[in-house]
C-alpha cells in the first residue's frame, strides 16, 4: 500500500460506538503524534462535537475530520484513498454497509467494523472477494464482542493444545459465564433488521440456520448442527446451559476461521456455545425465553414494539455503567484421546461487552490492521484468521483482556 495521509479512519464517529472508538484512540494515542488518524462522517458539527469531547482543546485542531456519505460512492472513495485503515461502525450494515466495503475493496483499503450479520457477511463476502484479493484489501467483519472474544479465545485455545500435547482439540465447547451490560442498540437494530430481510426473502432462512454459511465456497464442512435451542446439562462443567442468542454469529465466524487457516485443528472439528446458567430451572426459563422472544419478533407488530421499547442506535450506558460491566467466557477443548488432558482457558472483559469492550476491541483491531506487519493478503478475513497472535497481544495489553488457563476438572 503507497504512503497514504492517514493510518486509521473511525467512519462514524459521531454515533455512540463510534464515538466511544475514537474516545479510545485518544485516550491511548492522542492526536497530532505518532498514530495519524481521524473522524469521518457526513455532520461536520457533530463530528466537531465528538472532537471537542475527546481531546483537550489544545489537541483538537490536530485530529482532522473527514466529509462523507454513504450514497455518495465517489466520496466514499475519495476518503478510503486517504488511509490505510477504515474502522466503520455504521450499521445495520446490510442497510449502510456494502458501499464503504465495496470503496474499500476497489481501493486497496483494509476494513474493520462490528458486523454480526450473518446474511450481509454471506452475501458480500463471495461478491468482493476476488476483487478484495486483487486489490490487496484486508477486508474483517465481527470485530466488536461478536466475534473476536470467541474467535480469538478459541484459536488461542488451539495454539495451546498444540504446543503443549501436539494435538488440537477435537471439539471446543464455549460457555458465557457472568456478564453485567445491556445490549447493544446496534445489535438490537441489526437483528430487527435481519427479521425484516427474512420477512421479504425466506431465502435468508437457509443462511441463517447453516452452521457452515461463512464458510469459503466449496470448503469443506464438519459435523456441527443446529445451535443450541434448549436447556442442556453439560457435564464437562457440571452445570445447566441455556442458548446464547450471538451463538448464530460467532460459531459461524469460528468455523470460517478454521477453513481459512487450512483445517488445523481437523475437518471433523466441533464447536459450540451456550451460557451457563445456576440451576435447571434457570436454564429452562431462559431457553423458553428465548424461543418465544425470536418467535414474536418474526411478526411486524412485535418488531414495531421493540424499537419503542428496547434501546436504539445511538443509545447506550453511562461511562459509569460501561466501566462498572464486565464480561467472562469459558473455553473448554476436549482432548482427541486423553480428556485427561483437556484444557479450559478463561477470558475476561474489564467492561460492559456490547460498548465500552467492543469499541476497545475494535479500535486494536483496526491499529493492528494499520500498524503490524501483515499475516495475510487481500481478502475477506476474520479476525483469528487475519491478526491471530498480533491482536491477541494487542488485546491482553491494551483492552482489558485477560487470557489465562484454569482448572478443567
Known amino acids: 500500500m503507497a504512503k497514504r495521509e492517514f493510518d486509521v479512519i473511525v467512519w462514524g464517529a459521531s454515533g455512540f460506538t463510534g464515538h466511544l472508538v475514537a474516545e479510545y484512540l485518544a485516550r491511548s494515542h492522542g492526536a497530532g503524534q505518532d498514530l495519524r488518524w481521524a473522524i469521518a462522517g457526513r455532520n461536520r458539527d457533530k463530528l466537531e462535537q465528538v472532537r471537542d469531547e475527546c481531546l483537550p482543546r489544545s489537541k483538537r485542531k490536530a485530529l482532522p475530520i473527514v466529509i462523507a456519505d454513504s450514497g455518495d460512492p465517489q466520496g466514499l472513495a475519495a476518503m478510503v484513498a486517504r488511509t490505510r485503515v477504515v474502522c466503520s461502525t455504521v450499521g445495520p450494515y446490510a442497510k449502510f454497509g456494502t458501499p464503504l466495503v465495496a470503496a474499500c475493496v476497489e481501493g486497496g483499503t483494509d476494513y474493520c467494523d462490528l458486523t454480526g450479520e450473518v446474511q450481509w457477511m454471506a452475501h458480500v463476502i463471495p461478491a468482493h472477494q476476488g476483487a478484495a484479493q486483487a486489490s490487496g484489501a484486508r477486508i474483517v467483519h465481527t470485530c466488536g464482542y461478536d466475534s473476536i472474544p470467541f474467535d480469538i479465545g478459541t484459536w488461542y485455545l488451539q495454539q495451546a493444545m498444540l504446543e503443549q500435547h501436539g494435538v488440537a482439540a477435537r471439539r471446543v465447547k464455549t460457555r458465557v459465564g457472568g456478564t453485567r ?78 477453513a481459512l487457516l487450512g483445517y488445523p485443528w481437523g475437518q471433523d472439528f466441533q464447536y459450540d456455545e451456550a451460557v451457563l446458567n445456576r440451576s435447571r430451572a434457570e436454564a429452562t426459563l431462559a431457553a423458553l425465553g428465548a424461543g418465544v422472544g425470536m418467535r414474536a419478533l418474526g411478526l411486524a407488530a412485535a418488531r414495531t414494539v421493540a424499537r419503542r421499547l428496547l434501546p436504539a442506535p445511538g443509545d447506550g450506558p453511562s461511562r459509569r455503567q460501561r466501566e462498572n460491566g464486565y464480561w467472562e467466557v469459558f473455553f473448554h477443548g476436549i482432548h482427541p484421546d486423553d480428556r485427561g488432558a483437556d484444557m479450559r482457558l478463561k477470558v475476561t472483559g474489564d467492561m460492559d461487552p456490547g460498548y465500552g469492550s467492543t469499541a476497545k476491541m475494535l479500535g486494536e483491531a483496526a491499529l493492528c490492521l494499520a500498524l503490524d506487519a501483515p499475516a495475510t493478503g487481500g481478502g475477506f478475513w476474520t479476525p483469528a484468521a487475519a491478526m491471530g497472535s498480533q491482536l491477541q497481544q494487542r488485546l491482553a495489553s491494551n483492552a482489558g483482556l485477560r487470557f489465562e488457563f484454569v482448572d478443567s476438572h
Open 181 to 258: 451490560g445491556g445490549a447493544s442498540g446496534g445489535t438490537i437494530a441489526s437483528m430487527l433488521n435481519m427479521l425484516e430481510e427474512l420477512q421479504h426473502d425466506p431465502s435468508i432462512r437457509a443462511v441463517m440456520t447453516n452452521p457452515y454459511a461463512l464458510n469459503p465456497t466449496g470448503s469443506p464442512v464438519g459435523r456441527d448442527g443446529p445451535d443450541q435451542a434448549d436447556a442442556r446439562f453439560d457435564p464437562d462443567f457440571d452445570q445447566w446451559t441455556s442458548p446464547f442468542l450471538m451463538a448464530a454469529v460467532n460459531t459461524r465466524v469460528v468455523r470460517r476461521s478454521h
